[in-house]
């Protein structure tokens, strides 16, 4: 019977990886469409007007964006706030299989925890919407600004699991000998790599892969 203690902390980016926000978007745009009677072409707009400001993309503050689009059309915020964060979008985009694989995971004893990049509220909201909040270790919920920071890394334990779909986070993940960073590539049908997972089932026969190497050097 294997222990707890044996198994390594697992963290999940969320874009992407949890969650299809690109089909989020599009969800997004369409109920403000809706909601402001205004056409596509009128809110894809307003986006890059908002986006133009921005650094990185990560920085999108959903608060600062409703409040320039009220001001931009004249539109009452709090409609706005119900439409952008209209419940259904968030729930229709998470990827299927999901929650079978954190409550997998849960019961074989993985710690499991975020690796997000992004404002606090917005990129909790994705999690709480979906009911998996639990799921998540409150110790490990990393949420940051600009998560390819070393001294966040430097901190985590031994052999911590970080899977993301980025490939700039998994170059900068693989220079950390206390990490072991895993591409997901949705829709690839061909794995670049032995670590690559086209979703989050192909995680358990890695785990067993790797529990197996952890094992042999005992
Ligand atoms: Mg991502």
Known sequence: MDTPTNKPLILFDIDETLINTDQL???????????????????????IEYYGDLEKTSDFD????????????????????????QPTNFQMVLYPE?????ANLRN????????????RYSQEYKILVNNLMDFFDQQHRYVLKRKMDPAVIADLPENTIIIDDKAEVIEFLERFPNV??????RGEQNHVGEYTLSTLRDLFPILDTLRN???SEQ
């Open 25 to 47: 978007r599009i969800l997004q745009r369409k109920t403000l469409a809706d909601t402001l009677q205004k056409s596509d072409e009128d809110i894809a707009n307003c986006f």
């Open 62 to 85: 959903p608060d600062e964006f409703l409040a320039f689009a009220s001001e931009k059309f004249g539109f009452p915020l709090e409609k706005l706030k119900d439409a952008f964060f």
């Open 98 to 102: 999901v929650v079978e694989t954190l």
């Open 108 to 119: 074989k004893g993985y710690t499991l925890g975020i690796y997000s990049q992004g404002i």
């Open 180 to 185: 072991i960073p895993l591409h997901i590539v």
């Open 213 to 215: 190497a952890v094992d």
